[in-house]
């Protein structure tokens, strides 16, 4: 049994270790489509050279990396929690009542299975960031990876806001 976890919402969650073999698979997946470098050719040297200060391929880089981040985090909801506790006058995953704001706005929403949890996860029980950083330092714990390798690790992880990286520094 692994860790028990309380959300914003009151849902309980439990989480368990993910299996590295499957993030690997997702992860090469995902780097299939990472965008390559552009080349300029250099008629002066009669060379091609890599250009990745290319502002589109530094965008499609970002843009690739959000992708890959969020495909981990889908696998860690998917494959790495189980709900114990829906708190009354909640909607549980299964219910139709959650999904209809969201496919209002065109948000769509798997009619069932595991890409429905994790929809549900993602958009409806976990209302705060704190949450998914929850969800995901518990889930790393239980695959043996200590507190501060995960705190290291997030400081990886871009931030959308900024444009850079949670250490401050602009790419």
Known sequence: MGEIITLGTGV?????????????????????????????YLKEDERTIEVPEDPDYRAALET?????????????????????????GMAKHTDKEWTEPLEALNIPIPENGTGRYIAWV??????????LENITLAITKAGGVSEEDVAKAATMFRDRNSGGDNTGETP
Not at 14 to 35: D, F, G, H, N, Y
Not at 70 to 81: N, P
Not at 122 to 131: E, G, H, P, R, W
Request: glycine share 4%.
């Open 12 to 40: 309980q969650l439990e989480t368990r270790a993910v299996s590295m073999w499957a993030t690997q698979k997702i992860k090469e997946r995902v780097e299939r489509e990472r965008p390559k470098v552009p080349t300029k």
């Open 64 to 88: 690739h990396e959000v992708k890959l981040a969020e495909v981990i985090y889908d696998a860690m909801i998917g494959l790495g929690t189980k709900v114990l506790k829906v708190p009354e």
């Open 122 to 131: 993602k958009l409806y029980a976990a209302s705060t960031t704190n949450d």
